[in-house]
């Protein structure tokens, strides 16, 4: 099993910037991959950025130039930099690790609150 803890999330205002952080325990050294998903009211839950173990980067296309996601193995840390935060960047943001291959296993954190609001 692997805990995720996030932390980082709260109030901005749109143009500000936010720090996501993403702690993972238990047995970490089974995850490959790990992100960041975002889910608005009303809406279906979506990719925000991703990186694997030796750093390959994937991000939505409405967060591309804008966001960054970086990962600290030894920590076993992932963050994700927000800048430039837009209103419609308002969601709970949930951090997620996974195996990335057979058998494929991930883990979700509870989740934490990001609005951007003038």
């Known amino acids: 099993q692997v805990q995720l803890v996030e932390s980082g999330g709260g109030l901005v205002q749109p143009g500000g910037s936010l720090r996501l952080s993403c702690a993972a325990s238990g047995r970490p050294f089974s995850i490959n991959a790990m992100g960041w998903y975002r889910q608005a009211p009303g809406k279906q839950r979506e990719l925000v950025a991703s990186i694997t173990r030796s750093g390959s980067t994937n991000y939505a296309d409405s967060v591309k130039g804008r966001f960054t996601i970086s990962r600290d193995n030894h920590k076993n840390t992932v963050y994700l930099q927000m800048n430039s935060l837009k209103s419609e960047d308002t969601a709970v943001y949930y951090c997620?690790?996974?195996?990335?291959?057979?058998?494929?296993?991930?883990?979700w954190g509870q989740g934490t609150q990001v609005t951007v609001s003038s």
């Open positions: 997620n690790a996974n195996t990335g291959s057979w058998p494929f296993i991930e883990f």
